[in-house]
């Protein structure tokens, strides 16, 4: 079984999605393909990256992710093929794949230089499904380009670390779609900072922009705030919190958020994508 999964900011209005999964079937009848998300905000390269972080790891070792967004080849992006953490990744060297190679090294890295073997108007995408059914068959990655040993770096939203060490700075990387907001600030990261030291994030109350109780606990999952007190977890909803989520990164949130009702925290905090998040440390 070959899985291929797909990661765009083409939408589903258009036919794009639709074109692109007959081009793979069109090369690779066997081909089983699996969105992971046609949403990514357009050519956001930083919220691609966090999805594509965020899911890869639940599909089987050897899957094969084509990531569509900001994926025009010129003189700034190559094309890459990597295989990282028994995965592969195509995509434009836009700095998507830099969240995950800051953790782990890559297996190897390609600039893909098949372009002249193509006809003379097949589009950055049909390169990208051609790398994708070349390794779907078993094909080397030596095969579809030459080694390349350095990639570039999403570097203007990353967290920043005090120099005294008693506070990360951080910023609102993502907004699902309950309204969470998700920040570049890893548990991985708050560990090594924190060192057992309490510690406090906070935040504005909705768009009067007024300081409010800052978040003093970052829980390990939703409901755990019901916890703090003696109250049926019902009288929490509403509460504004924190978690690591799955994905490792910091996340504020409204408990049981719903925007028609509760509200969420990009609403009622005010909380959008690049907002500054600080954690401050005691």
Known sequence: MSIITLTTDYGLRDHF??????????????A???????????????QASYIIGASYSNFPKGSIHLIGVDLERNNENQHLAMQW???????????ILS?????????????????????????????????ACHIAKGGLLNVIGKEIFEIKQITELQPVVAS????????????DHFGNVVTNISK?????????????????QGQSQRRSVPIKNIWAKYSDISGAGNYPIKNYEGDKLAIFNEAGY?????????????????????????????????
Do not use: W
């Open 17 to 30: 999605v639709g074109a692109l999964k007959g081009k793979i079937l069109s090369d690779f009848a066997q």
């Open 32 to 46: 089983v393909i699996v969105d992971i998300s046609h949403d990514i905000d357009l050519f956001n390269t930083t």
């Open 85 to 95: 953490n028994d995965h592969y990744f195509i995509c434009a060297d836009n700095g």
């Open 99 to 131: 969240m995950l190679t800051q953790y782990i090294k890559p297996q190897k890295i390609v600039s893909i230089n098949i372009h002249d073997r193509l006809p003379v108007e097949a589009t950055d995408l049909d390169v990208f499904v051609k790398v």
């Open 164 to 175: 005294d060490k008693n506070s990360i700075k951080g910023h609102v990387i993502y907004v």
């Open 188 to 204: 991985k990261l708050f560990l090594e900072i924190a060192k057992g030291r309490p510690y406090e994030i906070p935040v504005m």
């Open 250 to 282: 910091l996340e504020i949130a409204i408990f049981r958020s719903n925007p028609k009702s509760v509200g969420t925290a990009e609403s009622l905090l005010g909380l959008s994508y690049r907002d500054t998040i600080t954690i401050n440390f005691k």
